[in-house]
Structure formats: structure tokens, C-alpha cells
């Protein structure tokens, strides 16, 4: 049976100017064991889809199910394979970090928990502010005691939504490394991130989002092979000629180019040297997860079409 099934998942927002389509017939499945991530840009519903999969927001049609728990009719049993680290920090002021543990361990029924809590304290570098009171905590140390707070039930399924936004890269590693310690020993991973490089380290499988739709879903290798593979990197401060303008993505004296294969990285070095281009620093590399996420996220879109006006991919209007 699969971890998680969205199923033509929609949701639209009544807001004061009118209806918001945030998800639109959204369906994927997620297996067991797997570390699947979920990435898209600001406002692609990343959030909206993990508030219906954890049943704080309901779909406007289609349905989830968690273990085969459908999650608006079986709630609390779809509920107790979840533990999901949200987005925002909410965290009760008033208790200290081993008592909101405890009171979330209480959520879930159970009493003795404290060698699990200890444990999760450790491997989180909690140990030392087990009773400290939460609002004494750094915003870094307050986002450690929500991912033990998902954790305190052992859930088959955790799902972490932008876990390392603003966080130091210390509580980056120590979290990397003890969720895909979870992750080996069984626990299935949804991870949305806005750092592609840790996508591309940590996921199996990769759906990318776009204004509510599902536009890419594979495996990470798959993603990374499938399309241009190789990039072109150097510093110039050279006008490109039109025919390379046009392909290239540039970042003040940066320029990267996609090519297919080594004859194209070829033609796009002989057309430089034929405008004179004084080209710097040059690299030639691997497509990394950035290069595809740009690609897929630039493609299909109205500003693209302003770029590249193309008669058979008209906007329908
Ligand atoms: N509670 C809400 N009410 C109205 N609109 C919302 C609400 N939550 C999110 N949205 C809108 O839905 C879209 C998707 O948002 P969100 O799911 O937060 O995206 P992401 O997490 O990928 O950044 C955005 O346009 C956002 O403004
Ligand atoms: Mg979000």
C-alpha cells in the first residue's frame, strides 16, 4: 500500500478578490521508504497541499489518503502516521521543551515516552535546553523543538515543509543527518525546500510545482539526465551575440549556457571566439537540480513567450 496517494487534489481560496485556484488536480503517490521532495517557487501551493494532507484545510475536491487512511474520513488514524514539521513556528510559550514533548506525546496516547523524547532531544543537539522554556529559544532552536514535536509518535510519515528556511547550517546537518537516518530505517520523507542543492542530495523522487499543477515528477536522476546535461559557466564583459543572448542565463558578469552534448558545447564556443567574446574563468559542469528547476519553471510561461514568440504555443486567452 502507498504512504501517501493525492488524488486530482484542488483547492481554491474564496478570497476578497475573488476565487484563488491554489491547487489544481494535483495526483501523486508516495511510497513507502521513500525521500520524496516537493519543490516549486513562492506561491505554488506547496503549503496548501501538506495542510490537506495533515487535515488543517480541506480540498475542494479530490482526496488524500495516508496509508490507505483517507484523511478527512479516517482523520485520526491517517493523523497518527503523519508527523509534519510545518512552515510557520507555532509553539506554546508557556511550557518548557521536554514538557511540550510530553503533551504532544499525550496527544497521541502515549504516557511513557521519555526515552524516545531523550532521544530525539540528542540527535536534534536539544539535550541541553530540554528545560529551557520555549520562548527563551533562538528562532533556530524553536524550529528543533517542532521537528520533535512531529516526531514524539514515531510516525511512518514525516513531512517537513521548508525545514531549513532560515536556519544555520549547523541545525541543516544535524537535521539532514538524523532524518535520513529516520529515512533508512523505514520512515518515508515529504520535504519541500527552497535549497535545490539539498533536494538533490536527499530526494529519491522529485515533483516540481507550478502555480498549482504538477509539471515535473521523476526520479532525481532522471531530472538531472533528462534534459540538458551539460552547463557552460564563465565571466565575461563582452556583449553576447543574439544567437547566445538568447539561451543564456546571466548574472551580472555570469554567463551559463545549456548544451545538449559536446557538439554544442563546441558550436557555443566557436561562436563566442567568433564575436571576440573575451570569455573568463570557464567552466564546463554538470546540470545541477538549479539549472532543471529553471528550465521547467521558465518554460510554458507568458514572460517566456514575451522572449521566445513561438505561433504553435499560443496562451490561451
Ligand atoms: N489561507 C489562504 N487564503 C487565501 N489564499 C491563500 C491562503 N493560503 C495560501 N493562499 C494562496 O494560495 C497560493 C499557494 O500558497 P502556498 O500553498 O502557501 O504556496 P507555497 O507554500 O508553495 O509558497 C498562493 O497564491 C497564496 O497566496
Ligand atoms: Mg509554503
Redesign the pocket.
Known sequence: MSAVVFQQVSKT?R?ARGP?Q?LREVSFTIEPGEFFGLL??????????ISILAGLSRATSGRVCVHGHDVVDAYAMARRCLGIVP?ELVFDPFFSVREALRIQSGYFGLRRNDDWIDELLVNLGLADKANANMRQLSGGMKRRVLVAQALVHRPAVIVL?EPTAGVDVELRQTLWQFIARLNREGHTVLL?THYLEEAEALCHRIAM?KA?QVVALDRTSALLSGRASTMLRFKTDDPLPASLADMARVTGRIVQIKAHDALEVEEILSTLRLHHVAVEDLEIGRADLEDVFLEIMQADTAPAFLDHPSPLEEVPS
Open positions: 481560496y478570497t484563488l491554489a516549486g517557487p513562492n506561491g505554488a501551493g506547496k503549503t496548501t497541499l512552515q515543509d519541500t510545482l498549482g
